[in-house]
T-cell receptor
Framework: DSGVTQTPKHLITATGQRVTLRCSPR?????VYWYQQSLDQGLQFLIQ???????AKGNILERFSAQQFPDLHSELNLSSLELGDSALYFC????????????FGAGSRLTVL | GQNIDQPTEMTATEGAIVQINCTYQ??????LFWYQQHAGEAPTFLSY????GLEEKGRFSSFLSRSKGYSYLLLKELQMKDSASYLC?????????????FGQGTTLQVKP
């Protein structure tokens, strides 16, 4: 158990729908990162939050949004889902803004039918 | 842009040594990381290099040459459980973000 908790583990939904993925970072970690991993691609950085504020943005689609709450948990919202959004979504956390090691959660597997 | 290259697949024999190479071209450099990922599972941290040279940690070692934009991960005394994907990642920013940019990963198959 890495200490990073992601829910749900698996999610099956239809095109056009909206889903929310949730992440609780390790105790004491202030940064949360979201990554997408598709079958044919490596881990793609989506977005980072630090203590409630957005710190860095990657290749995140406009249909996707995220936020980090005062209790430091984070949610990734995916809307108007397409077949190509099917992927593993990982959350990672680290102890500070530039801390060295990202610790990953077990991931949420999204299947869009 | 950011570009991180590693071989797609490698095969090695149990008990042997294998070297997984990684080359990178990124907008900045503030450290190189290696992660191990078993299929369908979370990536787990293996090693970190920010200065040139070799870092050794048990059966695993990682080397970095910043001038060449090159790193390798060396796995010794291979075990069957080492069959996994090995991800090379660079932290390009030294400012206020710890985000990592990952390569596609190298799938290592260890055979008896």
């Amino acid at each position: 158990d890495s200490g990073v908790t992601q829910t749900p583990k698996h999610l099956i939904t239809a095109t056009g729908q909206r889903v929310t993925l949730r992440c609780s970072p390790r105790s004491g970690d202030l940064s949360v990162y979201w990554y997408q991993q598709s079958l044919d691609q490596g881990l793609q950085f989506l977005i980072q939050y630090y203590n409630g504020e957005e710190r860095a943005k990657g290749n995140i689609l406009e249909r996707f949004s995220a936020q980090q709450f005062p209790d430091l948990h984070s949610e990734l919202n995916l809307s108007s889902l397409e077949l190509g959004d099917s992927a593993l979504y990982f959350c990672a956390s680290s102890g500070g803004i530039g801390a060295n090691v990202l610790t990953f959660g077990a991931g949420s597997r999204l299947t869009v039918l | 842009g950011q570009n991180i290259d590693q071989p797609t697949e490698m095969t090695a024999t149990e008990g042997a040594i294998v070297q997984i190479n990684c080359t990178y071209q990124t907008s900045g450099f503030n450290g190189l990381f290696w992660y191990q990922q078993h299929a369908g599972e979370a990536p787990t941290f293996l090693s970190y290099n920010v200065l040139d040279g070799l870092e050794e940690k048990g059966r695993f070692s990682s080397f970095l040459s910043r001038s060449k934009g090159y790193s390798y991960l060396l796995l010794k005394e291979l075990q069957m459980k080492d069959s996994a994907s090995y991800l090379c990642a660079v932290r390009p920013d030294s400012s206020n973000t710890g985000k990592l940019i990952f390569g596609q990963g190298t799938t290592l198959q260890v055979k008896p």
